[in-house]
């Protein structure tokens, strides 16, 4: 297949468990390399790249926050290793973490370990969100179960100023998340069978279509 990803742009993958979904975005970050054609970056074949150099060009957000030993701040520079205390703290505004952060014992200097000490799931999810407000490319696996209501209409505002302005690609699991992608590439055992808008698709009443609706006859 040939997908053109302009920048800014938001990139949906969707298809059923198996399809091919996480072989996708581990091709994009090259845990594989591509057997034939090739995956370019600003015209530069990602092969070109060393590995640790691509991956700092992407933040990613998975179905499991990734949290490492060290303080708040610390593991809000993952997403840039040179970020000043002011680029720390604007982003955690625009992440909506700011506000939990700052009632913690030591807030940006609270210590944690990699199972997120005392953290809610929520207040997890954020912080790794606010990590990626830093970085020019994200990827995320939209996932937020076992989160509460309150906390998940959070993390979707954060998802929200997130994707502004930064080229995205979502693997989308709830398919009324998508709606508004610029492109959503449809999957099925290991192929990209179908592309296009939400509507493009829809009107064709193809592969997408039955994937839709079917969610929405189970809610």
């Not at 040939?2 to 198996?18: L, W």
């Not at 999957?187 to 009443?205: R, V």
Request: proline residues 1%; contains cysteine.
């Amino acid at each position: 297949f040939s997908a053109n990803v302009k920048e800014g742009q938001k990139i949906a993958i969707v298809g059923p468990t198996g399809a091919g979904k996480t072989t996708m975005i581990k091709l994009l970050m090259r845990f594989y390399d591509v057997n034939s054609g090739s995956i370019k970056i600003d015209g530069h074949d990602v092969r070109d790249f060393n590995r640790s150099e691509l991956r700092e060009m992407f933040g990613m957000v998975l179905q499991d926050t990734w949290l490492k030993s060290g303080t708040i701040a610390d593991n809000i520079r993952l997403g840039k290793t040179d970020a000043t205390d002011d680029e720390i703290i604007e982003a955690a505004k625009k992440a909506h973490a700011h506000s939990f952060i700052k009632r913690l014992p030591n807030g940006y200097k609270t210590k944690i370990g990699e199972d997120g000490g005392s953290l809610s799931q929520g207040q997890k999810h954020l912080l790794c969100i606010t990590r990626l407000m830093l970085c020019p490319m994200l990827i995320l696996d939209e996932a937020t179960s076992s989160i509460d209501t309150r906390t998940e209409i959070k993390i979707q505002k954060a998802f929200n100023t997130l994707m502004k302005n930064r080229t995205t690609f979502i693997v989308a699991h709830r398919l009324s998340t998508i709606q508004n992608a610029d492109l959503i590439l449809v999957m099925n055992d290991g192929n990209i069978i179908e592309q296009g808008t939400h509507a493009s698709l829809y009107a064709q009443k193809g592969f997408y279509y039955n994937l839709y609706n079917s969610q929405f006859s189970k809610t």
